[in-house]
């Protein structure tokens, strides 16, 4: 009877084992996506001019030198404008998670 009751306790612990590796296995092979925070949006100026930009979110100005990579940080959803003659110009881009750390060229936004 002690021999029964043992193997019983045995088998439960393995098929527990069992479970927790497999539920462990599954969340390993997860991929995980950052949710918020900031996206860094690299702007390169190909013009032949200096232009400057307006970040929405940050109501801030960017000075975009010629074939300099320039670096903004911004969220999810804000808007990049054109910024001449101190007024916000055409939107140039909203702002998507896969753009972070992307290069985007000025002449085709």
């Known amino acids: 009877m002690k021999k029964l009751l043992s193997l019983i306790i045995l088998l439960a612990c393995v098929s527990m084992t069992l479970v927790a590796n497999k539920n462990k296995k599954t969340l390993n092979t997860t991929k995980v996506y950052a949710v918020g925070g900031n996206i860094k949006i690299k702007l390169k100026n190909d013009?032949?001019?200096?232009?400057?930009?307006?970040?929405g979110s940050g109501n801030s100005s960017y000075r975009l030198q010629k074939n300099i990579i320039t670096t903004i940080s911004m969220e999810e959803g804000a808007k990049l404008f054109d910024y001449n003659g101190g007024k916000k110009g055409r939107v140039l881009l909203v702002v998507t998670a896969d753009m972070d750390g992307k290069v985007q060229m000025y002449s085709k936004l």
Not at 49 to 55: G, K, L, Q
């Open 47 to 55: 013009t032949d001019d200096e232009v400057t930009v307006y970040s």
